[in-house]
């Protein structure tokens, strides 16, 4: 980054800062904390849970340094690239830290130097983290329902009430390939059952519009006939029995009872694997990765390869079967 991108965001900052209010306060522990998070929220879109996660990962970075090399302060400038490469090597053997999460702890260390940077408190050749790559990340590959498991699901939804709301999450995660956050985040008049259209709020604050089929909106309108909101004013497109807007927590917990009552008893399998599965069928039906990439919300097209690997798995284990070994 050059110094006239730097001082642009240092001005647009600072003027947001004077408008709000909003001032650096002190911090024992890491200098400039709380412009660092306000950083991280306004001008990286970041929601202000996670900008107070990567604080606390350079928290931990800043307590490694003092058991490991008896640093008292933590200071950014006396911090050297062999200090980070160090902390990654504590995390991978004494922590048994997994590669995505070294990776995400690396990332916070990046983000904070890079504020510093914004800043002008380091100049760019001061910053430790500047030659240090990711780790290559194995991930593995994601659970995928089958069709046969799909109907499963759905089978058991959508008696009563509460059934009706479940089946609707279902259809909609499954068809519209929805985050678990996306999903609580949904709002009443962000569904449009005449134009077969939902507005999905998604990360970094991207919204995104995705196209209803008939059997995703013929559920959402039984639902929405038996839906007992608490009070008028709430507008949480799902609810719990209480009529108050459902959370993650308890979408997780509803999946899982479906999950029993359909018998599937997978490993690992979670709520979250919806989307997955709801990706990798429409790959698997010969959808393209771009109407892919807009369907997932995905920044870049490189989240939407990895169901492209899951297409390749599938293939490869069918192809092992084949009668002409």
Not at 139 to 166: D, F, H, M, T, W
Not at 235 to 242: I, M
Request: net charge positive; glycine share 4%; proline share 3%.
């Amino acid at each position: 980054m050059n110094k006239r991108h730097r001082r642009y965001i240092k001005r647009r900052f600072i003027i947001r800062e004077q408008l709000t209010g909003y001032g650096p306060a002190a911090d024992q522990e890491i200098p400039y904390s709380d412009q660092y998070t306000q950083f991280m929220v306004t001008e990286r879109n970041c929601k202000s849970a996670t900008a107070k996660h990567n604080l606390k990962m350079v928290k931990e970075f800043s307590r490694f340094l003092k058991l490991e090399y008896g640093l008292d302060t933590f200071d950014p400038l006396a911090i050297e690239p062999s200090h980070v490469r160090r902390y990654l090597i504590h995390l991978k053997k004494d922590r048994e830290n997994s590669t995505g999460t070294r990776n995400n702890k690396l990332s916070a260390l990046k983000s904070y130097y890079f504020f510093l940077e914004c800043f002008e408190y380091i100049e760019e050749d001061q910053n430790p983290t500047l030659l240090i790559r990711k780790s290559r990340d194995h991930r593995k590959l994601p659970i995928v329902l089958s069709l046969e498991e799909i109907e499963a699901l759905l089978k058991v939804s959508g008696y009563g009430r509460q059934g009706k709301r479940n089946l609707a999450i279902l259809r909609l995660m499954l068809q519209a390939a929805l985050r678990v956050e996306e999903v609580v985040r949904l709002q009443v008049f962000d569904v449009d059952i005449f134009k077969k259209t939902l507005l999905v709020h998604g990360k970094g604050n991207r919204e995104r519009m995705v196209p209803l089929t008939d059997n995703t909106c013929k559920a959402l309108k039984e639902y929405f006939d038996v839906r007992q909101p608490s009070d008028s004013k709430n507008l949480s497109l799902f609810l719990n029995l209480w009529g108050e807007p459902l959370n993650g927590r308890e979408l997780y917990l509803i999946f899982k009872e479906l999950c029993q009552q359909a018998g599937l008893e997978k490993p690992g399998l979670s709520v979250r694997h919806l989307r997955h599965t709801s990706l990798t069928l429409l790959l698997q039906s010969g959808a393209d990765l771009l109407a892919l990439k807009k369907l997932a919300g995905h920044k870049t097209l490189k989240s939407t390869q990895l169901y492209l690997r899951i297409s390749q798995t599938q293939l490869r284990e069918a192809m092992k079967k084949h009668p002409l070994k």
